[in-house]
């Protein structure tokens, strides 16, 4: 075999078929070339990537089909017989790759070409096949050259990088157009380089350029979303599973966009604070407020591992005996369970929260503390860290929200024309539907609920939840109404003669009298007394007896001066109106506060004869009104009928039911009269 390079063209057996750069074939034994002292592999045939499965679409008709033509001819040189050739078809003489080398093909097929009409060389069949194994039938259309461009074209690179910095400025920033961001470009291009150093390219190439840097940012539309996907963490997301009720769990608040009427008439939107498992997507609780507070937080933990009661008017289908849920079972674990709705118990494990004010107060740090929940707030401006609530409160908008008469939509630019002249539901009755809603909720099948071996079938959270519980278990969690005092905010004071005073009220009980100006014995509290209370409803405060254990119960000692119990945010509101005020006229001025605010405001024929509330004033009572107490009220708990403040029994006793004056009317002067009177 003459000496110089070959080209290895069949393989048969153990003899291999070689052809030199002339075209001589020569056979030869596999192990006398391997062990020939000249044996080189020059260059290894590399593999044929596969070529792209739809590669000519977008392209024009005409050179689409110019490069299928000439895959034809290309694949016949390489192969012997051109695509889809009939099985059984033998090459032609001149490009059979058995006996003619590549080469030889390929001068064979430029000159066939030319023959027929389209002249080529020998070398530009060379550059198309190459081309051909590199990149498929699409290297046959596409001319252009495969080098590399910038990502963003011909644009400076000082006015990419001084773009990118307008557009990471405008992240936290209001919404504004494109034009401020060109113009913000050139200020950083002047601030760092100088006036006129850097020219500015034309606008529509700095349209394409805005469009490349603000891809997925949403530098102009949403400020919401912008700030959200900022906030976004650069890396993989990271995912904790969950795999028992209650194992991980998370709460967040948020305005529900619906308009209520408060006792007044004021239509105003509430604030709706919500709960969920991650293992069954179940909404364990909700409530409804005026304002989120931590005590809210804390009711709604209380909620949480508290069967929801079936309501009158409760279709029988919502009750727990009629759910997936394992009703038997649980009831002989659980008695509470006998006439609850079809939403299921979860003590919580972990509770994840957000780092609102009201979730991370020590109030319901303490909860959690009570009930043995590990608290876990998110980082900062961190929302996707607790992304099932945040999507069951969006799903809150669009499957329950809407529904309702009031709704407002998320944003002024959705809201319709007069939507507070509309028949608003009352807070109560809300909360009524919001609960029903929930027990509906868990019968719905949950897209986030699939199972992996049949990911066709979703599951509803009761029915997750029933499977679960078979491997987690459940352990009841009964709390007493001294566990709700528990969950109620605390503050340290004094117990003095006179009783214990909290915002310049004062709390009084007979059952105070050995704990009177004694020291509670807590060292790192001063010696002062935990007390408990409620902000909608500061009628009464629990003191914990250091001494003997349980709770003592104290009645505000002007009670007897308002029908109805009000909290927090009433007295406040009038202690501003009214900063030098006593405690009695404090406690009139509230209740006449609330009694004209039951009357509604003044009609145009009396306008005279009552004075109009102001729109705060309004706001201020009907909110405190629509807040019921969130702890529930024991026989021990209430305030005994004879109960009145000390020292003003005998006043009680006395005292007419209303205090009404005795009108005495005025005769009229007769002059005749008065001057038969005379005589």
């Keep these: 075999m003459a000496e110089g390079l070959h080209t290895v063209i069949a393989v048969s057996g153990t003899t291999v078929r070689l052809a030199d750069t002339d075209g001589a074939v020569t056979d030869i034994g596999l192990i006398e070339l ?87 060389t020998a070398s530009a069949i060379t550059k198309r096949r190459r081309r051909y194994e590199a990149r498929g039938v699409v290297g046959m259309a596409d001319h252009r050259s495969t080098k590399p461009v910038s990502a963003h074209g011909r644009v400076d690179p000082l006015v990419v990088e001084a773009m990118r910095k307008a557009v990471a400025e405008a992240a936290q920033g209001s919404t504004r157009t494109a034009t401020y961001l060109f113009w913000r470009t050139g200020q950083i291009l002047e601030a760092d380089h100088g006036r006129g150093a850097v020219e500015l390219p034309s606008q529509r190439s700095l349209y394409r350029l805005l469009e490349k840097l603000s891809a997925g940012k949403h530098t102009t539309g949403s400020a919401r979303t912008r700030r959200s996907l900022a906030d976004r963490p650069d890396g ?23 308009l209520v009427r408060l006792d007044d008439g004021v239509a105003t939107r509430v604030d709706m604070t919500g709960m969920i498992d991650v293992a069954t997507r179940s909404v364990t609780a909700a409530v409804l407020r005026p304002t989120t507070k931590s005590v809210d937080a804390s009711v709604l933990l209380a909620r949480t591992v508290t069967p929801e009661p079936m309501r009158p008017g409760w279709a029988q289908a919502l009750a727990m005996s009629r759910s997936a849920l394992p009703f038997r079972r649980l009831l002989d674990i659980d008695a509470r369970l006998e006439h609850a709705a079809a939403r299921p118990v979860i003590v919580p494990e972990t509770i994840v929260v957000d780092q609102g004010k009201v979730f991370i107060s020590r109030n319901f740090r303490a909860s959690c503390n009570f009930l043995g929940i590990n608290f876990q707030p998110v980082h900062d401006a961190s929302g996707w860290e607790k992304g099932h609530i945040e999507r069951m409160l969006g799903s809150v ?12 939509g998320f944003n002024a630019e959705r809201r319709g024309r007069h939507v507070e002249q509309q028949p608003l539901w009352s807070l109560l009755e809300l909360q009524e539907l919001l609960d029903e809603w929930i027990v509906v909720w868990q019968s719905r099948p949950h897209d ?67 704990l009177r100006q004694q020291r509670s014995g807590v060292k790192d509290r001063k010696d002062l007394w935990e007390i408990h209370y409620d902000p909608y409803d500061v009628s009464r405060v629990w003191v914990r007896d250091h001494w003997k254990g349980g709770w003592i119960t104290l009645f505000w000692k002007q009670l007897h001066r308002v029908a109805a119990p009000f909290g927090e945010l009433a007295w406040d ?35 005279g004869s009552r004075p109009r509330l102001s729109r705060r004033d309004r706001r201020v009572a009907a ?40 009108v005495i009317p005025m005769p009229i002067f007769d002059p005749f009269t008065e001057a038969d009177k005379r005589w």
Excluded at 236 to 258: H, I, K, N, W, Y
């Design 397 to 408: 908008g669009t499957l329950f929200a809407q529904f309702v008469a009031g709704y407002t």
């Design 448 to 514: 986030g609920l699939r199972d992996p071996l049949h990911p066709g079938r979703m599951f509803s959270p009761n029915e997750k939840y029933a499977a679960l519980v078979e491997t987690a278990g459940y352990v009841p969690v009964a709390l007493s109404a001294d566990d709700y005092i528990e969950l109620l905010p605390a503050t340290w004071r004094a117990i003095n003669a006179y009783g214990v005073k909290i915002k310049h009220r004062t709390y009084d009980d007979q059952a105070l009298n050995p």
């Design 34 to 120: 391997s062990a020939a002292e000249d044996f080189e592999v020059v260059r290894a045939s590399s593999r044929t990537p596969v070529p792209p499965t739809t590669p000519l679409e977008g392209l024009p008709e005409a050179v689409a089909a110019e490069a299928l033509w000439w895959e034809q001819h290309i694949v016949e040189v390489l192969r012997g017989v051109p695509p889809q050739a009939p099985a059984g078809t033998r090459p032609k003489p001149e490009y059979d790759p058995a006996v003619v080398s590549l080469t030889r093909r390929e001068q064979a097929k430029a000159a066939e070409l030319t023959a027929a009409g389209w002249p080529v």
């Design 236 to 258: 993989p997301f990271g995912e904790r599973t969950a795999v028992a009720p209650g194992e991980l769990m998370q709460m967040d608040s948020t305005p529900l966009d619906v």
């Design 623 to 662: 909110r405190t009104k629509s807040s019921p107490p969130s702890t529930p009220i024991t026989p021990e708990a209430r305030p005994p009928a004879d109960h009145v403040a000390d020292g003003e029994a005998d006043q009680a006793d006395d005292a007419p039911e209303e205090n009404v004056a005795q």
């Design 573 to 607: 509101h009038t202690r501003r109106t009214l900063p030098g005020g006593s405690e009695e006229q404090l406690a009139d001025a509230v209740a006449d506060l609330l009694r004209r605010a039951h009357q509604g405001p003044a009609d145009s024929g009396d306008a």
